[in-house]
Nanobody
């Protein structure tokens, strides 16, 4: 079992920055890859970024490349998403996810554990 707890969401103006955190606990085998997804009102849950916990391989959605950075602090068992140059279309609930694959996938189905989500609102 894996437990994931997100924090760091909030309200920010367009062009601003936020850093999301995801504290992970439980089986390290089951969380070899970690990811962020987001869900805007009335839309599906979309891939944002993912990282391999061990070799730090990363993957990003095209919509966030160059603006968002995913990282981990292995000592603190915490994953981060640094978000910069935020746009109103980044407004969504952001979810942390964990999976046992070593390949960094963008597919929801590859992640077995999910956090409760944190709201990010970007005002224009």
């Amino acid at each position: 079992q894996v437990q994931l707890v997100e924090s760091g969401g909030g309200l920010v103006q367009a062009g601003g920055s936020l850093r999301l955190s995801c504290a992970a606990s439980g089986s390290t085998f089951s969380r070899r890859t970690m990811a962020w997804f987001r869900q805007a009102p009335g839309k599906g849950r979309d891939f944002v970024a993912a990282i391999n916990w061990d070799d730090k391989t990363t993957r990003y959605a095209d919509s966030v490349k160059g603006r968002f950075t995913i990282s981990t602090d292995n000592n603190k068992n915490t994953m981060f998403l640094q978000m910069s140059s935020l746009k109103p279309e980044d407004t969504a609930v952001y979810y942390c996810a964990a999976g046992s694959d070593t390949v960094v996938y963008a597919l929801r189905s590859r992640y077995n554990y999910w956090g409760q989500g944190t709201q990010v609102t970007v005002s224009s």
